[in-house]
T-cell receptor, first 115, second 113 residues
């Protein structure tokens, strides 16, 4: 079974600083990888997805992620944090077994942005 | 477009009671799924469906039933609620291809006392 590991359940950065949220995946085949964001009392929204077209993926709100097969990583970055980025972020990998789009999620990283 | 609609938003049950969480989508998505979210555990898949009349179990199916009689609706039934089922439940849908992103509802917060 595929799995993802998110290192750091809580990350705190200053406004304007670099955001780096880590995700490592386990997969026996080239995976589909996703980052989602969850704001308080809301469902998850797609930030970006990797589908093998390019290793550097740009998403919404200035976020991007780089797929590194040699490191089995898909870390999420943003050059300059904004207060509105405070949320919980989830990395997920797609499992094609059984058809459809079964996603396996990491345990999430809560991002806090401080003045 | 309403997207994925979940009802109710909040629910309190007593142990042993049953209830149905409703989920409807208006995007003509073939794939629908239910997740539960618990602190420190991320989202775990309960049940999923790849089309009307087809359902299958996910990672944590015990205590839950689903059916899919139409493309639009995918209700989740709790047969006999237990405190361990206190959680936030999310319904999600997508086209039935592996790189198609999931669209999530806003969740149902369930407390079982």
């Amino acid at each position: 079974a595929q799995s993802v590991t998110q290192l750091g359940s809580h990350v705190s950065v200053s406004e304007g600083a670099l955001v780096l949220l880590r995700c490592n995946y386990s997969s026996s085949v080239p995976p589909y990888l996703f980052w989602y964001v969850q704001y308080p009392n809301q469902g998850l929204q797609l930030l970006l997805k990797y589908t093998s077209a390019a290793t550097l993926v740009k998403g919404i709100n200035g976020f991007e992620a780089e797929f590194k097969k040699s490191e089995t990583s898909f870390h999420l970055t943003k050059p300059s944090a904004h207060m509105s980025d405070a949320a919980e972020y989830f990395c997920a990998v797609s499992d094609e077994a059984g058809g459809g789009n079964k996603l396996t999620f990491g345990t999430g990283t809560q991002l806090k942005v401080e003045l | 477009n309403a997207g994925v609609t979940q009802t109710p938003k909040f629910q309190v049950l007593k142990t042993g009671q049953s209830m149905t969480l409703q989920c409807a989508q208006d995007m003509n998505h073939e794939y629908m799924s239910w997740y539960r979210q618990d602190p420190g555990m991320g989202l775990r898949l309960i049940h999923y469906s790849v089309g009307a009349g087809i359902t299958d179990q996910g990672e944590v199916p015990n205590g839950y039933n689903v059916s899919r009689s139409t493309t639009e609706d995918f209700p989740l039934r709790l047969l006999s609620a237990a405190p361990s089922q206190t959680s936030v439940y999310f319904c999600a849908s997508s086209y039935s291809i592996a790189n198609s992103p999931l669209h999530f509802g806003n969740g149902t917060r369930l407390t079982v006392t």
